[in-house]
């Protein structure tokens, strides 16, 4: 029985959970995490309602205009009709036609700046919501590739923890005790491999008597320098 080369296949196993806990850990971590597209619906929703606040300002200015329009006209044809004779509402009259004119203009200029401003934010919205159908279509073959990967680790780690217990109870416990304690203390790696007289955890020359003691394997050896469990392959 050699318990140096028990102990590091029980290290392996351990660091082998070890991995595949972190890694299934980031894949739940992904799993269901949407805020990227949340944040984009809700600009595309924001930009629509500015759409709708712009193009109703547009309708009002149409409206407006329109109502322009017809009081012009009204206007115009009590002027032209010849049924309005007295100088002074003939001036009157001119004078508030050409009033109306100017208006006109001016909510003429004031339309085109708003049918400018609505074209290009139709634009962004479209831009947007194409943008969010390609997250979205993204996000869920993100999401069934992080799925798939999420079982699949789920039954490796179900593997080497039934690895690990068929290799725990061969361990005496004193062994486990003393490799669980150096596992905390050297960051999981309580065994180290002995190659060319030297141990890997530390890189130190192993004194002769060390190195045939952890050659036989029938006791456990811990390297002088660093203390860890020694195993010779
Ligand atoms: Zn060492």
Redesign the pocket.
């Known amino acids: 029985m050699i318990k140096g080369r028990q102990l590091y296949e029980l290290q392996e196993v351990d660091l082998e959970i070890e991995a595949k806990g972190e890694a299934l850990a980031r894949v739940e971590s992904r799993l269901g995490e949407r805020e990227a597209l949340d944040e984009a619906r809700a600009a595309l929703s924001r930009e629509r309602e500015r759409l709708a606040e712009l193009e109703k300002t547009q309708r009002l200015g149409e409206g407006e205009m329109e109502d322009l329009r017809a009081k012009t006209a009204l206007l115009e044809g009590k002027l032209y009709s010849g049924s309005v004779r007295n100088p002074k509402e003939l001036t009157s009259l001119q004078e508030q036609v050409e009033h109306l004119k100017k208006r006109r203009r001016g909510q003429e200029d004031h339309l085109l700046d708003i049918m400018t401003e609505v074209e290009a934010v139709q634009h962004s919205v479209n831009s947007k919501s194409r943008e969010l159908e390609r997250m979205e279509e993204n996000w869920r073959q993100e999401q069934n590739s992080l799925s798939r990967e999420q079982a699949e680790l789920r039954a490796a780690l179900a593997t080497v923890e039934q690895r690990r217990k068929e290799l725990i109870v061969r361990i005496d416990s004193v062994s486990l005790e003393l490799y669980q304690m150096l596992r905390v203390k050297r960051q999981g790696r309580a065994v180290?491999k002995v190659e060319r007289g030297m141990?890997q955890?530390?890189r130190?020359v192993l004194p002769m008597t060390e190195l045939q003691r952890a050659r036989m394997g029938e006791e456990i050896v811990q390297?002088s320098?660093?203390?860890?469990i020694l195993y010779v392959s």
């Open positions: 180290a141990c955890g530390c130190i390297c320098s660093c203390e860890r």
